[in-house]
């Protein structure tokens, strides 16, 4: 009788021995390989029919017309849900969006992802933020309290480094950030956003960050103002903050960024801080080259 908690690990070495055939190949030495790799293969492999029907919701609320146009356009930059199933976040999950602002790019996949069995919430700007963040703000707000049955159970909390709690502590399975580490990172907040974080999380729990990824060969000092971050700068960043590394997706990888503009990461679209200047060259180049990474609470 096969076993069907092993039944995925033999399908994959199967599959494996297959692609490895070859002139003159000793089948013993192969199976060797095989086994060794198997356990990559039951990874690959081993979705359950609860976790394939939550990639199937995830993929649903992509199609869904309640999303902005303006949102569905960076899709083929940003990889959503392939980021989310990264992340491992599941519809029972309480989720803290760091500064989702009006725009909630995330916001539109993720609050009605969550709404029957989890929760989702939105750690967005206080009172001591710009007038243009806090004009935002109200926007948020207003777009929350507009569409209700999208939106009537997302929890708003304030956000501002580590000032306030995002969550109650202990209670979020994930805390989740998109590309706004390097602003903390300019402003020297950093260290203190991640206390905000890790004391919101749960004991285990993931945060996920997705930034514009600088280049190696320059300090973090050199190109802080224009917007890049190293991915080594950030790891070790966080995992100094009491995170451990627990992955990392080039998903949102982009090797045409060669991430040496005249106004930094934000001369390349969406932002086109050069407005027309050369916008079809920045075009053709795409949003930012993007580390995504996943952190594991300590």
């Known amino acids: 009788m096969i076993d069907l908690h092993t039944y995925p690990l033999f399908i994959g070495a199967v599959v494996l021995l297959v692609l490895a055939r070859g002139p003159g190949m000793a089948y013993m030495l192969t199976f060797a390989r095989l086994y060794a790799a198997a356990p990559l293969a039951l990874a690959a492999l081993a979705w359950t029919p609860a976790q394939a029907q939550d990639a199937g919701s995830l993929a649903r609320l992509l199609a869904s017309p309640s999303r902005t146009p303006a949102n569905v356009a960076r899709d083929g930059f940003r990889h959503p849900l392939q980021v989310l199933e990264f992340f491992g976040v599941r519809p029972d999950s309480t989720v803290v969006e760091i ?52 939106y009537g159970k997302v929890a708003v909390t304030e956000f501002n480094a580590d000032l306030h709690e995002i969550a109650p502590p202990g209670s979020a399975d994930f805390v989740l950030t998109f590309r706004n580490l390097h ?116």
């Open 99 to 150: 500064l989702p602002g009006s725009g909630g790019y995330y916001m539109e996949i993720l609050a009605p992802y969550l709404k029957d069995k989890g929760l989702y919430i939105a750690a967005d700007r206080d009172a001591l933020a710009p007038p243009p963040y806090l004009a935002d703000h109200r926007k948020l707000l207003a777009r929350l309290k507009a569409e209700p049955g999208l």
């Open 183 to 298: 602003n903390w990172i300019a402003r020297n907040e950093a260290e203190a956003s991640l206390r905000a974080f890790r004391k919101a999380l749960k004991p285990g729990g993931i945060l996920g960050v997705v930034d514009h990824r600088g280049r190696a060969d320059l300090p973090q000092e050199a190109q802080t103002k224009s917007g890049y971050v190293r991915e080594d700068y950030a790891i070790a960043l966080i995992e100094k903050a009491g995170f451990k590394l627990a992955g990392a997706s080039e998903v949102n990888a982009n090797p045409k960024d060669t991430k040496d503009y005249p106004e930094g990461v934000w001369t390349l679209p969406p932002t086109y801080r050069l407005k027309e200047q050369d916008r079809a060259k920045y075009a053709a180049i795409g949003e930012s080259d993007r580390f995504t990474l996943k952190f594991v609470k300590q």
